[in-house]
């Protein structure tokens, strides 16, 4: 069983960074992918980025935006996103997810963590 903790979201300003983590314990965590979605009120999840392994993934609209990363450490994993020139529309929660399978489809993913807030003020 794998727990995903996220924390750094808040209220901020447009153009404003934030960076998002997620610490990730139980199990053999270091064998699954990390990723981030997010979701805004009234809206369906969506992928926004994944690492896997030393390649890396992100949804269109925030390419050249957001960078995710992954450290490693002996019994816990933290995935991390970067996020830089935000806009009104980045608003949502945010969710961390952790995926043995290749594929970040909404409906694949093993395991979910609790989301963190993230809103932008235009």
């Known amino acids: 069983q794998v727990q995903l903790v996220e924390s750094g979201g808040g209220l901020v300003q447009a153009g404003d960074s934030l960076r998002l983590s997620c610490a990730a314990s139980?199990?053999?965590?270091?064998?699954?992918?990390m990723g981030w979605f997010r979701q805004a009120p009234g809206k369906e999840r969506e992928f926004v980025a994944a690492?896997?392994?030393?390649?890396?993934?992100?949804e269109d609209s925030v390419k050249g935006r957001f960078t995710i990363s992954r450290d490693y450490s002996e019994n816990e994993n933290t995935v991390y996103l970067q996020m830089n020139s935000l806009k009104p529309e980045d608003t949502a929660t945010y969710y961390c997810?952790?995926?043995?399978?290749?594929?970040?489809?909404?409906?694949?993913?093993?395991?979910w963590g609790k989301g963190t807030l993230v809103t932008v003020s235009s």
């Open positions: 690492v896997k392994g030393r390649l890396t993934l992100y």
């Open positions: 997810a952790a995926n043995q399978g290749a594929s970040f489809a909404v409906d694949t993913i093993d395991y």
């Open positions: 139980g199990g053999r965590v270091s064998k699954y992918h």
